[in-house]
C-alpha cells in the first residue's frame, strides 16, 4: 500500500471507535490549546516589548556607562566595611562618565557621534497657569522612534519642541492631540540656588501611550543640555558628569558595531546595544514561557497515555483484520506505519483544532484587552499567533503523538497472522 493509501486507511480506523477517538483527540486538544496559550501571551509579549526597546534608538546606537565594580560593593551577599583610609567615597556620580570619558570614546575608530546623557529634574507643566501637573522630561535621542498620535518627532536640535504624552492633553485643557500640536507650555523647575524657574516649549507632537511614551515628556539633548547647566550652577562635580552617553557608529552592520563595542568595552566602559538589551529583555520573557509552558507539556504527556490505550485497545479489537492483512501479504512495516499514523492522525487533528481554538480565543481576547486594560498600549496584543510558532507546536503534538504510537504499532506489527486468524 502506498503511504496515501495507508494515510486514508488510518483516519478511516479512527471512526470505528468514535467516542474513543474523539475523547483521546479532545485530550490532545487540551495540551495544545495549552501550549499555545501560553506562547501566544509570550510572544504577544515579545512583539510589544520589543518593538518599544527598538524605538529607544537606531540599531547602530550602544549605551555607554562605566562599569559598578563589584569589590566597591563587596560580593554577593556581603556588606562591605567601611575603611577610613580607602581610596573615596562612594556616590553615584562616582560612576558617572566625564568630559574625558566622552572624548576617549568619541576618538574611538568606528564612533561617528556621542550624546551624553543629562540628569535633570522637573517639577510641573502648565499652559494656563492655572492647573499645574508633574512631570518627567526625558532627553530626546536623535532618530528614537515614538508612535505618535499627532504631529512630528524632534529635529536635531530644536531646543524650542516638546513631545508630550497623550494622558497631558486633557489636563492641559487641549480637547484632542491634533489641537495640542503647535500650543505652547510651561515647564517649571529648580535651579541651582533653588528657585524656582519657568521656560516655554513649543508642542511638537503627541506620544501614543506606550512603555517610552506613557510617562514622560521628552525635549531635545540641547534643551536638556541647557536645563543640565543651569540645575548643576553650584555643583561644578556634577556639571561636568554624565549618567550615560548614546554612542553612534552611523551605518555600521552588525559585526563592525560588534567591533566598535568591543574596542570601547576594551578601554573599561561598559557598553550596551539595542539588541543586548533586546536580548535580555528575551531571556526573562522566556524564563517566564517556559514556566508557563510547563502546564500545556503535563496535559500533552496526560494524552499521550490516552493514545497508547486507545492504539491498543484497537490492536485487541482488530487482531483478526490484523491477520487477515498480513495472510495477503501486507508487511510488518505496513502494519507498524498503519498504527503509526492513527496516532499521529489523531496528534494531527487534536493540535490543529487546539491551535485554531486558541487563536479563536485570542482573537476575542486581543479585543476585549484593547477596549480595557490596555487601551492606553497601543499595539500590544495580548496573545499573538506567529504562523512559525504555531506549526512548531503542530509538530511537536504530532511527534509526541506518533511516539505514543509506536508501542501499539510494535504490537500490531509483531502479531502471528496463524494465530490471529484464530483469535475470537
Known sequence: MKILDLLATANHNLLKNKLRTILTIVAIFIGA?????????????????NDQ???????????????????????????????????ESISPNTFFLTRDDLIAIEETEGVTSVTPVYQITTEYITRTGEGRYSIIVGQYIDE??????????????????????KRYVEPLGLSSPEEAIGRTVTVGFLNGNEE?????????????????????????????????AVQTVNNPALALTFPAAFVRAEGAN??????????????GYAAQTVADQLGQVNNVLNVIQIGLNVFGAIALLAA???????????????????????????????????????????????????????VGIGLIANTIASNTFLESFEGFDLLAFPIVSSLGILAIVMVVSFLAGVLPALRASRVNPIEALRYE
Open 144 to 165: 528614537m522612534q515614538l508612535a505618535l498620535a499627532a504631529g512630528e518627532l524632534l529635529a536635531p536640535q530644536d531646543d524650542a519642541g516638546l513631545i508630550l504624552p
Open 254 to 267: 552588525e559585526e563592525e558595531l560588534a567591533a566598535v563595542q568591543e574596542r570601547i568595552t576594551a578601554q
Open 304 to 358: 499521550t497515555f490516552g493514545i497508547i490505550n486507545t492504539l491498543l485497545m484497537a490492536v485487541y479489537e482488530r487482531t483478526r483484520e490484523i491477520g487477515l492483512m498480513k495472510a495477503l501479504g501486507m508487511h510488518r512495516r505496513q502494519i507498524f506505519l498503519l498504527f503509526a499514523l492513527e496516532a499521529l492522525s489523531i496528534g494531527f487533528w487534536g493540535g490543529a483544532l487546539g491551535i485554531l481554538a486558541s
Open 33 to 49: 490549546l495549552t501550549l499555545s496559550l501560553t506562547n501566544g501571551l509570550g510572544s504577544g509579549a515579545k512583539g510589544y516589548i
Open 53 to 87: 526597546l527598538q524605538n529607544i534608538a537606531p540599531e547602530d546606537t550602544m549605551e555607554v556607562r562605566r562599569p559598578f565594580p563589584q569589590e566597591a560593593f563587596g560580593s554577593l551577599g556581603d556588606v562591605s566595611e567601611y575603611d577610613p583610609e580607602g581610596t
Open 196 to 228: 524656582l524657574v519657568e521656560r516655554d516649549l513649543s508642542i511638537r507632537g503627541i506620544a501614543e501611550e506606550s512603555l517610552l511614551g506613557s510617562f514622560q515628556a521628552y525635549a531635545s539633548s540641547d534643551w536638556v543640555a541647557q536645563l543640565h
